[in-house]
């Protein structure tokens, strides 16, 4: 709960250990939203400036046949920047003496600069916009409390929306993180994850759904279908006088004879 006050970044501590990155490759647009800003700006950095390494080869491969009048590999990497980025040409011959390898050079160079337009665009609104942000206004109370209830013990926090536009068709799920002692397991802890059932003051009964224009009271029933219920107690051992009245040195009420 590092975010500001006092609110979860939605990670999880957890280590994963022998996992394999191998089908992450096939998700890479979303694994790559998770990056920091700084992140998807040096790698668009790389790919930009790849690609202008990469045009500037061919170019300066067809400039003497083509008469682009590009000499060194440094002119030839002005004159890529200048196509993919539309600058303008400082050719000149702009019909370049009518050369075919101007005809896919510059074309695949233009398309594939527009590509990299749409991708730096989508990603870097896409990142504004993420839910992880919003996510944010949303405050929980920094402790819970234990509160009686008529007979019954409940767990009771609160829920508030920061922000002055409430979000609409909110939904709320609480889960319970438990390790016990497992000598099968491996480490001899299991963990457990259960979900809570929640009560809401200001929720929808037939929907659920919690209205969050105003801050919101959430409590857990604790009874014994809660995974917070204490275990329940070991059986008592059979007294003195229990034993005695089995084997037959005492009445049959109990009583001596």
């Known amino acids: 709960r590092d975010a500001p006050a006092f609110q979860t970044r939605g990670l999880f501590n957890v280590k994963k250990r022998a996992e394999s990155r191998m089908p992450l490759w096939n998700d890479l647009y979303h694994v790559m939203l998770h990056l920091h800003l700084a992140q998807i700006v040096l790698l668009f950095w790389a790919v930009y400036l790849l690609s202008f390494l990469g045009f500037a080869c061919l170019w300066l491969v067809v400039s003497d046949e083509c008469g682009a009048g590009i000499h060194t590999f440094w002119e030839a990497l002005s004159f890529s920047i200048e196509t993919q980025m ?3 040409y400082g050719t000149a011959d ?4 009518g050369c075919f390898s101007v005809a896919w050079v510059m074309p695949t160079q233009s398309v594939f600069g527009l590509l990299l337009d749409c991708c730096l665009v989508g990603t870097v609104f896409q990142m504004l916009s993420r839910s992880n942000n919003r996510a944010l206004t949303i405050v929980f109370s920094d402790t819970a409390v234990l509160q009686m209830v008529g007979d019954c013990v409940h767990l009771v926090f609160r829920v508030a929306e920061m922000s ?3 979000l609409l068709q909110a939904r709320m799920q609480a889960y319970c993180l438990q390790h016990h002692e497992d000598p099968d397991t491996d480490g001899g802890i299991a963990v457990e994850i259960a979900a809570l059932a929640l009560e809401h003051d200001i929720a929808d009964s037939r929907t659920g759904v919690i209205f969050l224009g105003l801050p919101a ?15 329940p107690p070991p059986p008592r051992k059979q007294t003195g006088a229990a034993d005695a009245a089995g084997d037959g040195r005492f009445g049959d009420a109990g009583e001596l004879p």
């Open 217 to 231: 009271q959430v409590s857990h029933r604790i009874d014994f279908t809660s995974p917070l219920a204490p275990p």
């Open 94 to 97: 702009s019909y370049f003496n």
């Open 164 to 166: 002055a536009f409430p």
């Open 86 to 88: 539309s600058i303008g």
